[in-house]
């Protein structure tokens, strides 16, 4: 009587075990499927400057969302985009040209800035200051809060670009960048995370009162997708606070972590959003010559070109581009030059690639 009891209770338990794996791989798939979908709900979030990023880097629209979802299938549809390698580049300006004349504006980009320094405050700080003692100062003083302005006159007929530093700013590489900016009357754009500001705020400061300008970059560099309100806020005071506490006031705008912006993350940051449209890719290549090579075959007017002052080679690459690109008739300027040089509005509602006439 045992045995015929002990062979149903095991094939019951051989049977429970099949269901528990069962299920257990059901719902590992279920999740897996959950995560992928979840993250092309995240490209599908992104808004229409996020298509021309798209546009402009591989031409491809695979990508889209947003307000021109369907404009951009129109435009597929009509065969305005093709993968033909051959006539690429005549329908990648096709696109862009279609993709911007449904735009309410056109679209822009641009920004720039540099720091770093922490020893030995070059002459330019010292008069640019107008505090007696700028050095002791922690916190700045009403006058630091205007920082070098140039006189854009000078630019009249010049074709420009924005170079733009994020991730900084560092003491070790930012200053060799900006003890060479005057070479090519260069001022840049640095996107700060508020996390590296205090220790290394003179660097910071040198780089403001150069002429440089400070944009934030959020505090811990986090993709602002998988944040919630509060946490966005939280990155983008926190940050904000930092700066001002250094150079006496606050950024305007601000470069998300990844590009990872939408409509509902710009109505909560309130700033302005400079993404870029020439991506060097500096943090992956470390290498100076094939930086510069990038920029000087993709440089165009209202580029605003991406680079990362925490390397060595990506300050090279960005130095022998100015060198050469001086020559092509090129001028080097901040976000705030460039729009007022190319007389645009910047939009909170609008992610800015590059700036247009
Ligand atoms: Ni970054």
Request: charged share 30%.
């Amino acid at each position: 009587m045992e045995y015929y009891e002990i062979v149903p209770i095991k094939r019951k338990t051989k049977f429970t075990k099949f269901l528990i794996g069962l299920i257990t791989i059901l719902s590992l798939l279920i999740v897996i499927i959950f995560f992928l979908s979840k993250e092309k709900l995240y490209e599908f979030q992104r808004d229409e400057t996020y298509v021309v990023a798209k546009a402009n880097k591989n031409n491809k629209t695979e990508k889209w969302g947003g307000l021109y979802k369907d404009k951009v299938k129109d435009l597929k549809s009509n065969n305005q985009i093709i993968s033909n390698e051959k006539e690429e580049v005549e329908q990648k300006e096709i696109f862009i040209e279609e993709v911007n004349s449904l735009e309410p504006e056109n679209l822009v980009s641009a920004e720039n800035e540099t720091d770093n320094m922490e020893v030995i405050p070059n002459e330019e700080e010292e008069t640019n200051l107008a505090t007696p003692n700028p050095i002791e100062e922690k916190i700045s003083s009403e006058e630091d809060k205007n920082n070098f302005k140039r006189d854009l006159g000078q630019f009249e007929g010049k074709k420009l670009v924005a170079f733009t530093f994020d991730d900084g700013p560092n003491n070790e590489t930012t200053n060799r960048l900006l003890d060479n900016l005057d070479k090519y009357n260069a001022r840049v754009t640095f996107f700060v995370l508020g996390s590296r500001v205090n220790e290394n705020a003179e660097t910071l400061k040198r780089a403001y009162n150069m002429g440089n300008q400070i944009g934030s970059h959020t505090y811990n560099h986090k993709n602002l997708f998988k944040l919630n309100s509060t946490q966005i806020m939280e990155e983008i005071t926190a940050t904000n606070n930092e700066i001002k506490n250094i150079i006496g006031v606050e950024p305007t705008i601000l470069r998300p972590p990844y590009g990872n912006i939408n409509c509902e993350i710009r109505n909560i940051i309130n700033m302005y959003t400079i993404l870029w449209d020439l991506d060097t890719e500096d943090w992956k290549n470390k290498d100076a010559n094939l930086i510069a090579e990038y920029i000087l075959n993709n440089a165009h007017d209202g580029a605003i070109i991406l680079l990362h002052d925490l390397y060595e080679t990506s300050i090279d690459g960005a130095l022998q581009a100015m060198e050469i690109l001086e020559q092509e008739g090129y001028a080097f300027v901040t976000i705030d030059e460039m729009i007022e040089l190319k007389n645009v509005e910047l939009d909170k509602n609008i992610s800015y690639h590059y700036f247009t006439d």
